[in-house]
């Protein structure tokens, strides 16, 4: 060929068309286009210039103005729309590679699936009612709260205000609306006491002062030893509660075997000290009488006759009004070797049974005294005049209840009085601050460890949030500590270890490991928050046990916090609520000519609340004609001509399709003028999940009821299900097929269920854990905690649906954070901040919690992968990478696992683990 012909194009190209695209197995779309405009228009030119069209030969020209090469590229353009529009068709045929919303929403209609529509957050509402302090007749009596009570949220900040409805009737108590918890509790100074509680602060008790103990079995038998004197070692007074607290030096009981029982103590001060008649008398020996043969005689020996105690008169050595029948007084000391070490020799109590001022001259005196007559003689040969003393005038002191000094935490809840009419099962609101815990010794080793920080070493005087349960370190084993155990601990520090939980000041959370000696509790602080959590009573018929005084309830878990006591209240006026609003509407008319008439809802969205059904919601829609209410279901297909049954759709603007029958599949409606009406609730998805104490505003206030609040968040709200969402979830239906068998089949059950967004299910084989654990985890990372209305009806699902013999535990996930600080060099030709705020959100967004799954580990080349990837970043280093566990340091670890659940050593299970990064431990530096 010339070389003037080759210059002009005309034999350039190749006249094969483009070809058919071969896709390999598990893309995520198809390549289905044989050819774009480029490859069409060079096809059609290499036919031009082919042998087989000779009529063209004599044309040379290939641009594009000329009119024939303008035809060929019009009909580039027309085979490139069609192979576009080909292979958009051959993606929207297929779930996995569809991008509409419809294609996937028809696609899922053949297998019967229809994507969610979303669910209605729920709650439970503790309503307070009126009551009158100091009148009771005029407090409202028990009030029933009804099905349908509205009440409105507060929003915050680009918010909109949400409506709640009660969805079953309460019946409200004044006596429930704030209970508190057990505050003190009756002393009954056990062996080993060295302390008391008196009502009062206006005992005019010091230290040094005398105080007697006396058990009730003394007052009915002078033989009883059950009592005690003891000289005081410090006098508290507390304003606030109005007490007294009082401490000696020696354990009650040391040397008194019968001081252990159970009966009753009374108190008394001793306030007088006095000494017998004659204690004082002088030395009859420095009485000269006369001489006998050079000889001093005396005529009493060596001391005065009859020099004790005689008759079993005590007599005072003065007089003392006070001194009255039917008191007590002390001889102490004497010749005796008994006795305890505050009050050496012998000791005996009497009680008076009578009293006399008398005059009397003996022993070289002569004075007025207080002679006393008891129930029991002193033995003159223990109580020799001059070395007895005698501690009288008693006064009887109230006992104060004694002060719980331990915080409130536990499966166990004592109210502080006696609480009639609850029930098993029944819902509670606990609501107070946390304990505090006070550092008080200076101990340079007693160190704070931030969970992913260093270690801070702590000083006197530091305060603590506690924020779960102390455990003891009894190495190998970690033993929580029931509350009364750690008062113990704590009043008499012994030498161990214990590891805290605790909150700084700036709310980094960690752990500190020290002994009793070093840490205090300490009250709540006015401007501490106040935490909410809810609590059923547990099942049993014997969880709510009842006591003289006060009622002692068995929760159906452990409380989330560990409570100052003195702010823990109850709350048992609490119903049921879910999100959304009721409304109703007349749909229209029906015709009996017309079949499968519709009616378009005209509020939306239309409320589902969580159900134990297979898809795990229902719709709160009732439908009447003429009065009549139909029934919904799934579909029309199969239905009986005379069956009064509808059918739901809703399109992609969320509008609510209500589909009757043709009497073929479902009955036709009858007709009548405006005879369709219609009652629902509107209003769903995440944003009914509003905060605990966010609910406030009462709509309609039914009689007695003051105020209402929602004690804890609001959860299960989920918004209707995305077009990637829909495509994950339509499979799982044809794999369960509505029945849960294998232990996959839970966790596809749970995966579709309304509220979950992820589960994870693991057969257990060993103990009392044996049988499916399933952990699952709500949208947006949010926790299902037992009691939830999702918990609740999955697992009533589950048993329906599934296995009912088989032992079944649901639990909510275990979140875990991870740290990531990495050093990028950056290219110079790009703008280093936005380099930088490029990597953060990438990394943000590839380790968010919809982007993991149980059981998904964390790499470091993960981590390197998704920085190098982002435009502008030349190298990467990554310094750090670690788990944020309690307790943890800096390190550099190349893969982080999560754990599946875990059998414990006292037969519990810990969840599964999801692994995120933690929004607020990623830290990007430039490399130099």
């Not at 452990?558 to 999100?579: G, K, S």
């Not at 073929?664 to 003028?673: I, N, V």
């Amino acid at each position: 060929m010339s070389e003037q012909a080759n210059d002009c194009g005309c034999c350039a190209g190749s006249a094969r068309p483009p070809g058919v695209r071969f896709n390999a197995p598990g893309l995520p779309a198809i390549d289905y286009r044989i050819g774009r405009h480029g490859e069409f228009k060079a096809a059609l030119l290499a036919r031009v210039s082919s042998s087989r069209f000779p009529a063209l030969a004599g044309l040379r020209t290939r641009e594009n103005d000329d009119f024939t090469i303008a035809w060929c590229d019009a009909g580039a353009v027309m085979l490139d729309v069609l192979s576009f529009y080909q292979e958009r068709m051959a993606n929207e045929a297929y779930l996995r590679t569809s991008v509409e919303r419809r294609s996937i929403v028809e696609l899922a209609r053949l297998i019967g699936y229809r994507p969610s529509p979303g669910v209605a957050a729920s709650t439970h509402l503790a309503f307070t009612l009126e009551d009158a302090p100091g009148m009771p007749s005029l407090a409202a009596g028990p009030v029933t709260v009804p099905v349908g009570t509205r009440v409105q949220s507060i929003p915050g900040p680009d918010e909109q205000p949400q409506t709640f409805e009660t969805v079953e009737p309460v019946l409200a108590r004044v006596g429930w609306n704030a209970i508190p918890a057990q505050q003190s509790e009756a002393q009954t100074l056990p062996a080993g006491t060295r302390e008391l509680f008196l009502a009062g602060v206006d005992t005019q008790l010091q230290p040094g002062d005398m105080l007697l103990l006396v058990g009730t079995e003394r007052f009915d038998s002078s033989a009883s030893k059950r009592w005690a004197v003891r000289p005081l070692l410090t006098v508290e007074a507390d304003n606030d509660r109005r007490i007294t607290r009082v401490t000696w030096d020696e354990a009650l009981g040391a040397n008194n075997l019968q001081w252990n029982s159970d009966k009753a103590v009374r108190v008394f001060a001793l306030r007088a000290r006095a000494g017998l008649f004659g204690n004082n008398a002088p030395d009859p020996r420095m009485l000269k009488l006369g001489y006998i043969s050079g000889i001093t005689t005396w005529p009493w020996g060596n001391n005065w006759a009859n020099y004790q105690i005689q008759g079993g008169n005590i007599d005072l050595d003065g007089t003392y009004p006070k001194i009255v029948a039917g008191g007590w007084v002390v001889l102490a000391g004497g010749s005796g070797s008994e006795g305890d070490a505050s009050l050496p020799g012998e000791e005996l109590l009497v009680r008076i049974n009578s009293v006399r001022q008398l005059s009397r001259s003996a022993y070289g005196l002569s004075q007025r005294l207080t002679r006393l007559k008891g129930d029991v003689n002193p033995d003159p040969a223990h109580f020799a005049l001059p070395d007895t003393l005698v501690l009288a005038q008693s006064e009887e002191l109230r006992l104060a209840p004694r002060y719980l000094p331990y915080p409130a935490y536990g499966a166990e809840l004592a109210l502080d009085r006696r609480v009639a009419d609850l029930e098993p099962r029944q819902p509670l609101a606990l609501s107070g601050k946390r304990q505090r815990l006070r550092i008080v010794a200076d101990d340079p080793a007693l160190k704070f460890v931030p969970d992913g920080g260093t270690a801070v070493a702590t000083r006197p005087g530091d305060s603590f949030v506690v924020l779960a349960p102390p455990v003891w370190l009894l190495s190998p084993w970690e033993l929580a500590l029931p509350p009364w155990l750690l008062e113990v601990f704590l009043r008499f520090k012994p030498g161990l270890t214990l590891r805290w939980r605790l909150a700084d000041r700036s709310g980094a959370e960690g752990v500190l490991d020290g002994s009793p000696f070093s840490v205090a509790l300490e009250p709540a602080r006015k401007d501490d928050p106040v935490v909410s959590e809810l609590r059923h009573v547990a099942k049993p018929a014997n969880a709510v046990a009842h006591t003289r005084d006060r009622t002692v309830l068995q929760l159906d878990a452990a409380m989330a916090h560990v409570y100052d006591r003195t702010t823990l209240t109850v709350c048992a006026n609490l119903a049921p609520a879910t999100h959304g609003e009721r409304v109703g509407e007349i749909a229209g008319s029906g015709d009996a000519a017309l079949p499968g008439q519709r009616f378009v809802l005209k509020q939306s969205p239309l409320t589902y609340v969580s159900a134990a059904t297979p898809a795990g919601r229902a719709s709160t829609l009732e439908v009447r004609v003429d009065g009549q209410l139909w029934n919904e279901v799934p579909s029309l297909f199969g239905r009986g001509p005379r069956e009064h049954v509808y059918a739901l759709r809703q399109d992609d603007e969320q509008r609510t399709i209500v589909q009757f029958g043709d009497n073929q599949e479902g009955a036709r409606l009858s007709s009548g003028q405006d005879n369709v009406r219609l009652s629902y609730r509107k209003g769903l998805g995440v944003e009914g999940n509003v905060r605990s104490g966010q609910l406030t505003t009462l709509l309609g206030r039914p009689l007695g009821v003051k105020a209402a609040c929602n004690p804890v968040a609001a959860t299960g709200g989920q918004d209707p299900e995305s077009r990637d969402e829909a495509r994950r979830n339509a499979p799982l239906t044809m794999l369960t097929l509505g029945r849960a068998v294998s232990v996959q089949d839970y966790t596809d059950f749970a995966r579709s269920f309304a509220g979950v967004a992820k589960a994870c299910a693991i057969w257990l084989k060993s103990g009392p854990a044996r049988g499916i654990h399933l952990t699952i985890a709500g949208p947006n990372g949010d926790a299902i905690v037992a009691g939830s209305a999702t918990h609740q009806h999955l697992t009533e699902a589950l048993r329906r649906y599934g296995d009912p013999l088989i032992p079944l535990r649901i639990t909510s996930y275990a979140p875990v954070r991870f740290r990531i600080r990495a050093r990028i060099k950056v290219d110079a030709a790009f703008v280093v901040e936005d380099v930088l705020k490029a990597a953060r959100q990438r990394l943000h967004s590839h380790f968010a919690f919809d982007q993991r799954d149980f059981l998904q580990q964390v790499a470091i080349d993960e981590v390197m992968a998704v920085i190098q990837n982002v435009s502008g970043v030349e190298a990467v280093d990554v310094d750090e990478l670690y788990r944020l566990d309690p307790g943890a340091t800096p390190d550099l670890v190349a893969r982080l696992f999560a754990k599946p659940p875990q059998l414990q050593p006292d037969g519990s299970v810990a969840p599964a683990e999801l692994v995120t990064l933690d929004s607020d431990q990623l830290a990007l530096e430039v490399m130099p």
